[in-house]
């Protein structure tokens, strides 16, 4: 990084590049009939690809380059684009992340890993005062492209201060855009999106979905595929009440909406992708379709995600409400380090079922 920044060319203050790489993208084998990618590969693939069309764009953090990544995201980066675009930066949020801003200034693209979102609190002062104002600071004449990426929420037994989700906080700072993948297609699609943004982005990934194995179109495995930012998914449709949720969530969203469906109950399940902006016009689209609203968020439930959409939804649909709306959270305590405890302090299955039957009057 530090020799590309040393070497700004002549024209227009752009920055010339010793080495350039071509933006076509190695062909990928996938097995015939209907392919399936893990969330892991979906975005090494869209980092690859990205990195492979634009010199601009680099890695750095903790781990990403010799190790490959502490969940092997960046695996097989270093030996391809070397440590000039794949940098190894010591125990240091704060450092590395002002130096990943300083870049975006100077023009270039830095993706950014964090261990962990908890990790990030290290580097807060720079992810909001330096990267999230300065556009506006500047009345436009500085863009800040970078993205802030890594695992963010529970895993497992990892404790409070490993646990957290930073889907609230960051939300609701103007100038960040937040997204959060469910899918394989959703982490290959926004991580090209945010990578391409010319404003900050805070990518929220799930530690435990990285090994799962999403079904994905020939269109996302195309190297100019791209999601849109700010535009929620409907994963599966109803007609009784909206589920409204994110993440890791939306899986146990579509296995709630199967056990309601045993019981005559149709779910639609919505899958935000994208924290901030929020794709009100969607969810309110739905409640004013089924006349019921059931959130659900990992974070703690006082000033959340589902406290946003609940606000929206009886500001904008309170005269299509025919139940009072419904919202599922995270216990309002440090997550337990004991496993029995963890999951009790987590939503489940389980409790978005409930909380749907009690919408639809139909609990016992």
Not at 17 to 31: D, F, G, N
Not at 235 to 248: A, C, H, L, N, W
Request: charged share 25%.
């Amino acid at each position: 990084m530090w020799g590309i920044l040393r070497q700004r060319g002549i024209d227009g203050g752009g920055l010339s590049l010793r080495r350039t790489r071509s933006a076509s993208v190695s062909a990928r084998s996938y097995a015939a009939g209907s392919k399936e990618m893990t969330v892991r590969d979906a975005l090494n693939s869209a980092i690859d690809e990205e990195m492979s069309a634009d010199p601009k764009v680099f890695v750095m953090g903790e781990e990403v380059g010799q190790y490959q990544g502490a969940y092997k995201i960046t695996k097989g980066l270093l030996e391809k684009y070397g440590p000039e675009r794949v940098y190894d930066t010591p125990i240091t949020e704060a450092g590395f992340t002002g130096i990943g801003v300083g870049a975006a200034y100077a023009g270039l693209k830095p993706v950014v890993e964090f261990m962990t979102f908890n990790f990030s609190m290290q580097a807060i002062d720079h992810i909001i005062n330096s990267a999230a104002k300065s556009n506006y600071m500047s009345a436009g004449q500085i863009n800040v492209p970078i993205v802030f990426r890594g695992p963010n929420g529970a895993a497992a037994g990892v404790g409070a201060q490993h646990s957290q989700c930073y889907a609230a906080w960051y939300a609701s700072v103007p100038g960040l855009k937040v997204l959060a993948p469910y899918s394989a297609e959703d982490a290959r699609g926004l991580l090209k999106a945010a990578i391409r943004d010319p404003d900050p982005v805070v990518f929220l990934e799930n530690e435990l979905l990285y090994g799962e194995s999403f079904p994905i179109s020939e269109e996302a495995l195309d190297s100019s595929f791209c999601l849109p930012i700010g535009k929620a998914k409907i994963e599966r449709q109803g007609k009784d009440v909206t589920i409204v949720t994110f993440s890791k969530m939306v899986g146990f969203a579509l296995k709630a909406a199967e056990k309601l469906a045993e019981e005559g109950i149709s779910a639609e399940v919505i899958n935000l992708r994208s924290i901030r902006p929020l794709d009100r016009a969607t969810i309110n689209a739905s409640v004013r379709k089924t006349s019921r609203l059931v959130t659900v968020e990992e974070g703690f439930p006082q000033h959340g995600v589902c406290a946003e959409i609940c606000a929206s939804v009886v500001e904008e649909s309170f005269s299509y409400l025919d139940a009072p709306v419904e919202r599922i959270a995270g216990a309002d305590v440090p997550m337990p380090y004991a496993a029995n405890l963890e999951r009790l302090a987590l939503p489940q299955v389980e409790d978005i079922v409930r909380a749907a039957k009690r919408a639809c009057y139909r609990s016992k």
